[in-house]
């Protein structure tokens, strides 16, 4: 009988964990960086830390080099709820939400520290949450530093970007700043940018450093002219349909999981940056250029009142963003 009990027991155990797994719920969260990008490991990161408060009842599988769609396909495909989760940067979603456009406006942070003090504030939080009734809901940030141009010329001015093709996202921002700086704005999926670049569909293109080596657009894009026009970051978003799947304490955990993991973020861009900066110089044979921002900043500085002027939303950002500086 005693060895007829520990038979039975030991059945018993196994259905309850095979009862627990099948319990267990998986979010798919898809992106378009590769897996040895810092976003990709914050991304990690954040799974790890949401198994792990919830005993693994709840889990993230993360799908990177854009395997089940474009950011803007994954942004579709999240609003009808056919996605859980996606990655995407404040400059795409300006299309999906208005509140992220102020974000997007060029000179508006005025230091590294400016930028994350004001994701992490209540004015990052009001961003986050302004989109649920759009069908998602933002979960965190991740810094990405500062955009910059790059091309085959120094562009140490708004002239030397006089009839130039710019790559720019598919954001009224980036558009309405590239033609501002007298450039000829170009919107082209981050997936064909290369070859873009390559065959001179576009003369050139703007991003953070990290581009230059994780994208290998230091291959095709020989300067980068560093005038820091813009902070823009990623975003770790839910479909609120999936959001709403979930119960109070695994809500809890994500939310936790994702503001953990935006610190985890900071902590390891800069270094990889400066590192991709390193190797672009090194391996690619690519010039960094410091250029003077002034003329830079007095020509775009018309669109924060523009930006103000359509939107009294994306105005009591703008008025909340620049009172953070201080």
């Known amino acids: 009988m005693?060895?007829?009990?520990?038979?039975?027991?030991?059945?018993?155990?196994?259905?309850?964990a095979l009862s627990s797994a099948l319990d267990a719920k998986t979010l798919r969260l898809n992106h378009n960086n590769p897996e040895d990008h810092p976003l990709h490991k914050s991304m990690e990161f954040m799974a790890d830390r949401v198994e792990e408060l919830?005993?693994?009842?709840?889990?993230?599988?993360?799908?990177?080099?854009?395997?089940?769609?474009?950011q803007r396909e994954s942004m579709e495909l999240m609003q009808?709820?056919?996605?859980?989760?996606?990655r995407s940067n404040a400059s795409e979603l300006e299309a999906f939400e208005e509140a992220y456009g102020a974000l997007n406006l060029p000179y508006i942070f005025t230091s590294e520290d400016h930028y994350f003090d004001v994701l992490s504030s209540d004015i990052g939080d009001d961003i986050l949450a302004a989109s649920e009734e759009n069908g998602f809901i933002g979960l965190t940030y991740y810094v990405e530093g500062a955009r910059s141009f790059y091309a085959n010329k120094e562009i140490n001015s708004p002239a030397d970007?006089?009839?130039?093709?710019?790559?720019?996202?598919?954001?009224?921002?980036?558009?309405?700043?590239?033609?501002?700086l007298g450039g000829n704005p170009t919107p082209?999926?981050?997936?064909?940018?290369?070859?873009?670049l390559q065959q001179g569909v576009v003369d050139g293109a703007e991003n953070n450093p990290m581009a230059l080596t994780s994208a290998r657009?230091?291959?095709?894009?020989?300067?980068?002219?560093?005038?820091?026009?813009?902070?823009?970051p990623s975003v770790v978003m839910i479909s609120t349909q999936s959001w709403n799947d979930l119960s109070p304490e695994q809500q809890d955990a994500l939310r936790t999981a994702a503001k953990e993991s935006m610190v985890f973020h900071r902590d390891q861009w800069n270094e990889m940056s400066d590192a991709?900066?390193?190797?672009a110089k090194s391996e690619l044979?690519?010039?960094?250029?410091?250029?003077?921002k002034g003329p830079f900043i007095e020509a775009v500085l018309p669109m924060h009142d523009e930006a103000a002027a359509k939107s009294p939303v994306v105005a009591d950002l703008i008025d909340r963003i620049k009172a953070k500086a201080n």
């Open 217 to 232: 657009h230091g291959e095709v894009s020989k300067v980068y002219s560093n005038d820091g026009h813009t902070m823009i």
């Open 2 to 16: 005693s060895k007829f009990t520990a038979m039975a027991a030991a059945t018993a155990v196994g259905i309850l």
């Open 54 to 70: 919830t005993d693994g009842d709840l889990k993230i599988r993360i799908f990177a080099n854009a395997q089940l769609g474009t």
């Open 188 to 196: 082209i999926a981050w997936g064909e940018l290369y070859s873009a």
């Open 161 to 180: 970007l006089k009839g130039m093709k710019i790559r720019v996202q598919p954001s009224p921002s980036a558009i309405r700043m590239v033609e501002l």
């Open 276 to 279: 991709a900066i390193e190797q």
């Open 80 to 86: 009808n709820g056919s996605l859980d989760m996606a």
């Open 285 to 292: 044979g690519v010039k960094f250029v410091e250029v003077e």
